[in-house]
């Protein structure tokens, strides 16, 4: 009954945290957070479903394919509550002011907007919305899978990279996370979504080398600028691997 608990609360603390979804309230003790970065790619699983849920909808009502790109491309924000945008942010000003390890970490904490954010926004927002507008009735699966795939891959670097701010909120979930059923699971996750993919198009399993080679270059910027990982840096890591990722499928669809 206790390890029922653990999970179901869980769930509860991981959908309140990543998503704008209302859920009962759950402390964050520790056994409340043992489990919850198990249901981190889930978050992605609902933005997918979404995403995918629009674009039928957009289908049936006869939609323009930039009006529904323009939506598709607002739906992880809206369904995280902008959460990763905003380590995305954070991210761009920190990166782009050339400054020491220290500075770089305050910019992060910083709740002022720079104006290299502003600038990355607007450019990572043009090439999501391109991307999505290349996006047909048979890739959409594909391209919904993104979202669980940045998910999964982040998840190996919280397991595997120190934190770089001890009093964040990555710091303090790690260090009541149950590790070896973290690991676990997220390779599980790993395996079921190279078989969706896979389903789809088999061409399809090769956005994991890209993602792959983005996550081990996202390892030594962290380490060598920040001395770690955050969860600004987590939302950097999994924006930019969903705008990667769009535009890879893309390529792959053309070529």
Known sequence: MKFIKRIVNGFLTCFAMYTCIPMPFCSWEDDNLRYMFCFFPLT????????????????MLGLGTVFKAAVYVC????????IHMDGFLDTADAF???KSREERLRILKDPHLGAFAVIWAAVYFVLYAGAASEITAESLPAF??????SRIMVLFGILSMPAANPEGTVAAFYQRAGKKTLLSVNCIWLILTGAALWSVQPIMLAVIAPEAAWYFLFRKMAMDNFGGIS?????FFISVSELMLHIVIVLLIRG
């Open 144 to 149: 919904c899978m993104v979202f669980v795939l």
């Open 231 to 235: 969860g600004d840096l987590a939302g």
């Open 96 to 98: 782009s002011s050339w």
């Open 75 to 82: 739906i992880p924000v809206m369904v995280s509550g902008g």
């Open 44 to 59: 992605g699983v609902l933005i997918g479903l979404a995403g995918f849920l629009w674009f039928v909808l957009a289908g």
